[in-house]
């Protein structure tokens, strides 16, 4: 299915360069290799259904013979009965045995999922479950000011031997309410940045990422996660409906979801879909609607700390206006860490940080760092 969905989404480039059969001959191998399961279940089916099919004629040989024998002691009644009753038996034993498979078959996709929850490790490595309590700070409203600060941070995707830092030996220092433009060339470290402050990279033991003077990599990481607000590069959505997709934790009311959405445009567009309890369906909105989409997602989520990874990269000129006034206007008294994709997007920022390598190479204003020779300067001039 991954390889069918890819393939519809890039038929103009494998057209282009004759890639046709080639991609038909690969979906056809995928094809028969996922329907391999779905052949030998049904063999297996018939191959059951064939041997109780024989065992209920083997029954009913031997009942035959025996009314033959005894057929003085037997009345016809009774022999018509026990007839009825064999053809019933194997209509029965068919469908129980049927039934048997398939709950069996079903109860393999739980059981595995069990297997799952029981076997996988939990994220949060030892050390991080301090408790409020432990910390003497009341999480339910942290962050209040949206102060980050990173010490000596090495962050890397995986633990052991095997382990690659991604992010070296960071210092960075972030006042609340400033908005921070980050920038660097492709595989720099710029995403790598905001993932280690959503706790999805593990972070060195002798790193510190703290958030108003909680060190985030003491607690459990589910609680950084709900404290900040992001808005990734391409938009997600769940089934079900308009609502559900705005307010998953079902916390907002219908005039908080309608002014988020008036907010970027899209309310007219939704209402005439039926509102908020209309199912979503994606097809509903162009790409930059569906980024604005999330935007006014994010509107709803009262973060001091907005984390925006290349939010206007891939949307036409008319929606990255939009998004970036609604983001200068409504994210104003906000920390904002943008990784920055078209550079003239955060020329207006308080500072930029410039990654290289997994390491911050230049920290200033956008009009210090182009009054100089910089690399910033030289990303800004390609």
């Not at 004629?57 to 025996?66: C, E, P, Q, T």
């Not at 309890?277 to 989409?293: E, I, K």
């Not at 989520?301 to 990874?309: G, M, P, Q, T, Y």
């Not at 230049?362 to 009054?371: C, G, N, Q, R, V």
Request: proline letters at 3%; hydrophobic letters at 45%; charged letters at 20%.
């Amino acid at each position: 299915f991954s390889q069918f969905i890819e393939s519809l989404s890039g038929l103009v480039t494998i057209r282009a360069f004759g890639w046709t059969s080639v991609f038909e001959n690969q979906n056809l191998a995928l094809l028969d290799a996922s329907q391999k399961p779905f052949y030998l279940m049904f063999c297996i089916q018939r191959w059951l259904e064939l041997a109780l099919d024989l065992s209920v004629a083997v029954l009913g040989v031997i009942l035959m013979v025996l009314v033959v024998k005894l057929r003085s002691e037997i009345g016809a009644g009774y022999v018509g009965l026990a007839i009825l009753n064999v053809i019933t038996f194997s209509q029965s034993l068919s469908f129980i045995l049927r039934n048997w498979a398939s709950l069996e078959t079903s109860i393999g996709a739980i059981a595995r999922i069990r297997d799952f929850v029981a076997t996988t490790a939990n994220e949060n490595r030892p050390g991080e479950n301090d408790t409020p309590a432990h910390l003497n700070r009341d999480l339910s409203s942290w962050p209040s000011k949206g102060k980050i600060e990173f010490r000596n941070v090495y962050a890397s995707y995986s633990t052991g031997s095997d382990q690659k830092y991604v992010l070296r030996g960071l210092n960075l220092s972030i006042e609340a309410g400033e908005k921070i433009g980050i920038c660097g060339r492709s595989g720099s470290g710029k995403s790598s940045l905001l993932a280690s402050l959503f706790r999805i990279l593990e972070i060195g033991p002798e790193s510190q990422i703290l958030i108003d003077g909680v060190d985030i990599t003491r607690i459990p990481r589910q609680t950084t996660r709900t404290a900040l607000n992001a808005l990734p590069q391409e938009p997600f959505f769940t089934h079900g409906t308009i609502r559900a997709n705005m307010d998953p934790w079902n916390t907002k009311t219908p005039d908080q979801i309608e002014w988020a959405l008036r907010c970027v445009e899209l309310w007219e567009i939704v209402d005439a879909k039926g509102g908020l309890n209309a199912a979503l369906d994606t097809n509903f909105f162009s790409h930059g609607q569906r980024q604005l989409f999330c935007l006014a997602r994010a509107l709803l989520n009262e973060s001091k700390i907005v984390a925006l990874d290349e939010v206007t990269s891939n949307v036409d000129v008319v929606s990255d206006a939009l998004m970036q006034r609604v983001i200068r206007e409504q994210f104003a008294d906000c920390t904002i860490l943008a990784v920055a994709h078209r550079l003239e997007t955060i020329m207006d920022f308080d500072r930029i940080a410039v990654i290289q390598d997994g390491e911050l190479i230049e920290f200033d204003t956008p009009k210090a760092l182009l009054s100089k020779d910089s690399a910033f300067k030289e990303l800004y001039g390609s």
